[in-house]
Antibody, heavy 125, light 111 residues
């Protein structure tokens, strides 16, 4: 059974940093691109970014709203994906979901087929 | 404002059919056959219901179907059931620069 479990959310002040983790199980983690999608309270879904599998260079892509502030990485030996969030803004307040998959020619898939339960990040002073 | 436009809400009675639209542009929905749909119940994570416009993942009932015409994709749910009441989001590949765009979501109410 595929499982994705996010952790690391919490309350953080504007301008500070936070790192989220996504621990995967039930599939060969290294074979898949992994993505992050967020949802502000009462709002819709917003794609944050993804990291390709090592087979496609392990490169990353980001939404314009987070580019230069957020960094996604992965540790295939531990089946964990990370989202490093720097220079946080109040508008980054959201539930952050880890998902398997990407919308990407190189990854060969155009969907998010499994989602974690999400972790809430609140950016406030 | 979301990149893809969905109706804020739709409703239907049990057993009926409803269709949710998702309108984009030739740079996303109209340009690629990579539209997917996600169902989200309150307080839960989204669930993939349709991908590549009309394909259903294993385990998704065949009451759910997807289609596309021009710049508009559609999700049709036939034989509505109470458990279908949820928010539905469309999502599309949008090319190598923007990559991914979501719709604003549609709340489905089963009367």
């Amino acid at each position: 059974e595929v499982q994705l479990v996010e952790s690391g959310g919490g309350l953080v002040q504007p301008g500070r940093s936070l790192r989220l983790s996504c621990t995967a199980s039930g599939f060969t983690f290294g074979d898949y691109a992994m993505s992050w999608v967020r949802q502000a309270p009462g709002k819709g879904l917003e794609w944050v970014g993804f990291i390709r599998s090592k087979a496609y260079g392990g490169t990353t892509e980001y939404a314009a709203s987070v580019k230069g502030r957020f960094t996604i990485s992965r540790d295939d030996s531990k089946s964990i994906a990370y989202l490093q969030m720097n220079s946080l803004k109040t508008e980054d307040t959201a539930v952050y979901y880890c998902t398997r998959g990407a919308y990407d020619f190189w990854s060969g898939a155009y969907y998010f087929d499994y989602w974690g339960q999400g972790t809430l990040v609140t950016v406030s002073s | 404002q979301s990149a893809l436009t969905q109706p804020r809400s739709v409703s239907g009675s049990p057993g009926q059919s409803v269709t949710i639209s998702c309108t984009g542009t030739s740079s996303d929905v109209g340009g690629y056959n990579y539209v997917s749909w996600y169902q989200q119940h309150p307080g839960k994570a989204p669930k993939l219901m349709i991908y590549d416009v009309s394909k259903r993942p294993s385990g998704v009932p065949d009451r759910f179907s997807g289609s596309k015409s021009g710049n508009t994709a559609s999700l049709t749910i036939s034989g509505l059931q109470a458990e279908d009441e949820a928010d539905y989001y469309c999502c599309s590949y949008a090319g190598s620069y923007t990559l991914v765009v979501f719709g604003g979501g549609t709340k489905l109410t089963v009367l």
